[in-house]
């Protein structure tokens, strides 16, 4: 092949990418950078306006939930300074699931500064057993590759990162490995308590995707709905989003720009239960849709 060929080729491809329903993801990240912000006290937005990343300060080193997308490393490694700290800090990253869209960070972390990475032992799992489910091949570049864990969370794992101990359960559903954790955020002398769920999507609780992975009983769905009601009932005082639309991350973060004076709007008590209450409700619908069955 010449080299103008090899560019037709290129040009070609590409084109072709932009007509899947899913390109738009992985095509003009930048569009989505979001000026990083402070939720709470030593609690940080540093995500896109899609998919989102948490920064805690811990005292002894920062820690990230999730790493954004792939593609997308630079815009974190952007915001990390933005917000006032060195990506090279970060001695700890904690994935929500693994998915294409919430690790893409985590090997040039590994690799720059040492960064020790977490993902629940399920999904561990499904990266040596069933690769193709952690969906890489949607970002469309061959450099990127699946990371391997340093540690593999279990269900009532209790974690101590500097001044900050996390309580971990695994709330499959959305994938086997999903993780949902608690821990506190300290502001002077106030604390409150944050509450994550690391995936909600209906996505892989299709019925094309369940049979296409073997699960032909659709029995994921029940698993889902087992793990919203077996952490529904935490203290939750802060709910921070896995992707934004889960807790209105920039809607909130309007009202703190708006209103810098007024209550902190991510402090919101009711607002964890609420939410999974409705994906409970959501869910319960959707199985109830014969074109679901
Ligand atoms: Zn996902």
Redesign the pocket.
């Known amino acids: 092949m010449t080299m103008k060929e090899a560019y037709q080729a290129y040009e070609n491809r590409r084109e072709e990418w932009k007509k899947n329903r899913l390109s738009h993801y992985w095509m003009d990240q930048e569009s989505r950078y979001v000026h990083p912000f402070q939720i709470y006290g030593n609690v940080w937005y540093v995500g896109d306006s899609w998919v989102c990343v948490h920064l805690i300060d811990t005292g002894e080193g920062l820690l990230l939930i999730d790493s954004g997308s792939c593609g997308a490393t630079a815009m974190l490694v952007n915001a990390i300074w933005e917000a006032g700290f060195n990506p090279a800090d970060v001695k700890w990253i904690i994935h929500s699931?693994g998915?294409v869209?919430?690790f893409g960070g985590a090997n040039f972390f590994k690799k720059m500064f040492g960064t020790k990475l977490y993902l629940g032992e399920p999904d561990a799992r499904m990266f040596r057993e069933r690769p193709e489910i952690a969906v890489i091949q949607e970002s469309r570049n061959d450099a990127d590759y699946l990371f391997q864990p340093d540690y593999e969370i279990r269900e009532g794992d209790v974690l101590t990162f500097g001044n900050t101990t996390i309580t971990f359960y695994l709330v499959p559903g959305?994938?086997d490995g999903c993780i949902a954790c608690f821990f506190d955020a300290y502001d002077g002398d106030q604390v409150k308590r944050c509450g994550y769920y690391g995936?909600f999507?209906f996505n892989t609780l299709q019925k094309d995707y369940l049979i296409e992975i073997g699960d032909t009983a659709y029995n994921t769905r029940k698993v889902y709905l087992e793990s919203l009601a077996k952490v529904r009932d935490q203290k939750v005082d802060i709910f921070l989003g896995n992707h934004c639309i889960n807790n209105q991350t920039l809607e909130r973060h309007q009202r703190q720009l708006d209103h810098p004076e007024g209550p902190n709007p991510f402090v919101d008590e009711g607002q964890w239960s609420r939410y999974l209450d409705q994906k409970r409700d959501e869910l319960l619908a959707f199985m109830a849709d014969p074109a679901n069955n």
Do not use: L, N, S, V
């Open positions: 699931h998915h869209d919430h959305h994938t995936g999507g």
